[in-house]
């Protein structure tokens, strides 16, 4: 049987997940592309709460880590949400461990700091030619509404049971293979070309690779049809989000085009995710983050690294999340935890 933190660390996983995939849908705003609601902060905020300081900054590499595997790695955004979350994490610590404010008072406080991090990051890799006093008036004002969501949704969720009685040890779970040296290097290559390459010659030609090696090493890839409908619904949101997020002209070609590209590059990464698990990716994976983080970390680490294979069943999941919660919006926090433990369940199952 599970511990009551192993269970609690991962039901908020898969939650941090869900909410971060909802965000996927909305379009971002074409003048201010980084200010986002950032509903995974709620989780954040309950982590530092339950866990402490140095726990929650493992988590939060870990779901950097798990968005840049499926939706690809960019520099910039990846530099403005690290450095921005860590400085949120820092302050979220200090005022939790105060015991003075309660959690939406804490939720307005590290959005605010996590924008202003963020503003201060771009202005320090522009060497200053970055005009952020006028968005500063804006994301004072934006802070004060996306903390406030954030902080009652964190309030919700720590009022919970987050426990799951799973039925083996899912922090195990992806350690069943010792890391295959050929293997690593296939999955390391494929994740730095795809982060490199947009093209589709070469996205197609990775996909046949996908299905002549899941052939010899007996690896299940889906069908098209199964692929669709699984994934689809998601997809199709995901690709629209992100038409109309763009600055081209809608007569452009790339207008349309862009888009699909990325679609097809997340669309890679469902069919790759066994291969991680046949080639002990996750083990060694997680043999770096413990020299990188302290050992009291390991157990968010053991269950972080195998969160990728769990990814696609989320993503699987969101439009019906979204569905559910339209539909009786005073019960989001009980939707979250029942479709967390849904998702967890049938990738049991598997």
Known sequence: MLTDSKNEKIT???????LAGIEKFLPV????PWLKIGLFHAVVMVWIYKFGFLDALAFIFIRQWVFMLFFGFSFLPFLLGTFAAIASVFVGAVLIKSNKFGMIVIGIFCALIHNITQLFVLYVLMNGNFIWRWQLPIITGASLLTGTITGFLAYELNKVSLNFNGK???GESGFQNEYNGFGIFAVLFTLVTT???ENYVFYIVLFLLIIFISQKTDQKVLSVFLFLKRYGIFLLWFYFSFVFSQKTNVYDINFWICPLLHVMKISLWFLLTPFFQKFGFYRLFYKILLKI???????????????????PGVLEEIPH???????????TVNILVKKSQKILSEWEGA
């Open 293 to 311: 983080f302290p050992k009291r970390c390991s157990q968010t680490l053991s269950i972080g690294t195998i969160m990728p294979q769990v990814f």
């Open 12 to 18: 908020l996983f898969v939650i941090a997940f869900l």
């Open 195 to 197: 982060c490199v390459f």
């Open 29 to 32: 705003i074409p003048v201010l």
């Open 321 to 331: 999340l979204v569905k559910s919660i339209f539909k009786n919006r005073k019960n």
């Open 168 to 170: 083996k040890d899912i």
